[in-house]
């Protein structure tokens, strides 16, 4: 339902294009690991995964259960929330185990949370958690890793901004990109698995700010 809605809705408000490496694969089992910029990027994440066949199970702030519509759909699709700071933390790394084990693909968010700067350029990923670690250390899964760019034309910066770029977003439609990288089998103690991990989502990055480049989009590298 989730992908499905992504589908549907993003058309309405950017232009979507989606390419992948020769050697990209998404296998069951497999952890994607996104690059986070804006509120609206899980949406365009989702979007490109779906026309690619895929889609996965969606780790996210446990705080998304409590909007109205949208806590029921992630409900209803046995998404995993993830209570940061909190007692029942573990439980989400137990709940993806057990995802990736059934064969589901698990989508997450190693920087574990959006950027704190309020301009729509793009940058880099930020220092990843060791989630994404732990949990390919736990299940011996490939990491997808995927990079987006865009979405910060959407929405990014303070409150008033975001409901702004959101409202104009369907008379503009921005151009935004997903480029899927090939799977990287993650080796090393926890740190190398991290810096391995980041280092492959900001190559995937820097494909989709070059798709966008090329494409008019005017996108700058950083």
């Keep these: ?104 693909l698990v989508l997450l968010y190693a920087e574990g949370g959006l950027p704190r700067r309020t301009d729509p350029a793009e940058a880099p990923p930020e220092a990843f958690r060791s989630g994404l670690a732990r949990l390919a250390e736990r299940t011996g899964a490939p990491v997808v890793p995927v990079g987006q760019a865009g979405a910060r034309r959407l929405t990014s910066g303070t409150a008033a901004k975001q409901l702004a770029g959101a409202a104009t977003a369907p008379l503009r439609r921005p151009r935004l990109h997903v480029h899927v990288g090939a799977p990287v089998a993650l080796t090393g103690d926890r740190s190398a698995r991290t810096a391995q991990a980041h280092g492959a989502v900001t190559a995937a990055w820097r494909s989709a700010v070059g798709h966008l480049a090329g494409s008019g989009g005017g996108a700058r590298k950083s």
């Design 1 to 104: 339902m989730l992908s499905r809605l992504a589908t549907t809705l993003l058309p309405a408000f950017g232009r979507l294009s989606v390419t992948a490496d020769a050697r990209a694969r998404l296998a069951p089992g497999s952890i994607i690991v996104a690059n986070h910029t804006s509120l609206a990027d899980p949406a365009v994440v989702l979007a490109a995964l779906h026309q690619l066949g895929v889609q996965p199970v969606v780790m996210a702030a446990a705080g998304l259960w409590r909007v109205p519509l949208l806590g029921r759909v992630l409900r209803g699709g046995a998404h995993i929330p993830v209570h940061r700071g909190d007692p029942r933390a573990p439980q989400a790394l137990d709940l993806a185990t057990g995802a990736l084990a059934r064969g589901r």
